[in-house]
């Protein structure tokens, strides 16, 4: 590949998928109308009951409510087109909102929730009054949560089927967090709520409020594991996560497939958003071939691979020669090798 040859960028076709975030936007919007709700039950029957635990699931309900306003901005905002200051688009600001509500649930639920039990459990609590409200909060707030809950799991579920991947996997490659945050706050609220009622029946039962501690101490150590698994998906996603790798390995097998490529020297993937995948690669060409039979090899190449992948937004190909010290030193420094010629696919 001779060093006068220009470098070929191709792509520029928007292949996003509107409906994920018309997917995950009856999720979240039916998990803030079930938190609104379950969050104002809960703050009457704190204050009706005086519970530690009652209290601590009021404020969990307050924080779900509230995440569930920054996942629908995130959605919202993530949608926008691309524009002169962002030609990638803005697909990752939801990772941005995502993460934020994963702070929320640390700071504005677990946090108050081990301080309400701390309080409880060195005797600065007010006396329980009569349990029966509190039972039949939390009595209706499990169905209700119950209801989000399973309406985030089959979303998952459809998605993770649609991806071939197995639910646990698939929220660990996800693109699209916003489900996956409903399901983990649904999930953890579903036990916090199993965790109050056990605390606020055996204060009933005993007489002793040390059990409403404990089941309010009990919530903020759940909410705060619940934070960082949210957190770090998020954050895996934020700092720019390769495209899954059975794409990877489709696009390299097709690139090093094309009758006018001898060898790929460098492939680089990204995800920039919720079915948005960038792709870079360097390829050393046959030197027979013409300028124009490699621009238009170029073209080929990247509308073949937007076709078959239908989350490739951008390809940029890019003709190198395979021997350039610096090329290969970079490639080494980041897959450990220099990747193979195609004869040895």
């Given at each position: ?5 220009r ?20 999720t ?7 938190n ?7 703050i ?21 409510t ?11 905002r993530s949608g926008?087109p ?12 939801r ?6 509500v994963?702070?929320?649930i ?10 309400q ?6 005797g ?5 009054a ?7 909060v939390?009595?209706?707030?499990f169905v ?22 197995p639910?646990?996997?698939?929220m ?8 996956i ?18 605390g606020?029946g055996?204060?009933?039962l ?7 501690g ?11 594991a619940?934070?960082?698994v949210l957190?770090?998906i998020?954050?895996d ?11 990877v390995?489709?696009?390299r097998?097709?690139l ?6 001898e060898?790929?020297?460098d492939?680089v993937?990204?995800t ?12 050393d060409?046959?030197?027979a071939i013409?300028s124009?039979?490699?621009e ?14 239908a ?31 195609k004869r040895s696919?």
């Amino acid at each position: 590949m001779g060093p006068g040859r220009r470098g070929m960028t191709t792509g520029m076709a928007d292949h996003r998928d509107p409906g994920k975030a018309g997917e995950s936007g009856p999720t979240v919007a039916l998990a803030f109308l079930a938190n609104l709700g379950i969050a104002v039950a809960k703050i009457v029957a704190a204050l009706l009951t005086g519970s530690a635990s009652l209290a601590a699931e009021a404020a969990h309900s307050v924080a779900d409510t509230f995440n569930e306003v920054l996942l629908m901005a995130g959605l919202r905002r993530s949608g926008r087109p691309a524009d002169r200051r962002h030609p990638l688009g803005y697909g990752m600001e939801r990772y941005i909102w995502t993460l934020l509500v994963a702070v929320a649930i640390f700071g504005m639920g677990a946090l108050f929730a081990l301080y309400q039990g701390v309080q409880t459990l060195t005797g600065h609590t007010a006396e329980e009054a009569d349990p029966l409200v509190g039972y039949a909060v939390l009595g209706v707030s499990f169905v209700l949560e119950a209801v989000s809950w399973q309406q985030a799991l089959r979303q998952v579920r459809a998605a993770a089927r649609g991806a071939g991947l197995p639910v646990a996997a698939y929220m660990r490659r996800t693109d699209d967090p916003p489900a996956i945050s409903v399901l983990l706050e649904d999930s953890a609220a579903l036990i916090g709520l199993l965790l109050a009622f056990g605390g606020l029946g055996l204060h009933h039962l005993t007489g002793s409020a040390v059990w409403d501690g404990v089941g309010s101490v009990l919530i903020g150590v759940l909410l705060t594991a619940v934070a960082p698994v949210l957190g770090r998906i998020n954050l895996d996603l934020l700092i720019g996560n390769q495209a899954d790798p059975r794409l990877v390995a489709d696009v390299r097998a097709r690139l090093t497939a094309a009758p006018e490529v001898e060898w790929l020297v460098d492939i680089v993937t990204m995800t920039v958003g919720a079915d948005r995948v960038l792709v870079c690669a360097r390829l050393d060409f046959r030197d027979a071939i013409a300028s124009a039979e490699l621009e238009r090899a170029c073209v080929r190449m990247a509308r073949e691979l937007r076709e078959a992948h239908a989350e490739i937004d951008e390809v940029f190909l890019e003709p190198v020669p395979r021997d350039d010290p610096e090329l290969r030193e970079r490639v080494v420094a980041r897959y450990g090798r220099p990747l193979r010629p195609k004869r040895s696919e």
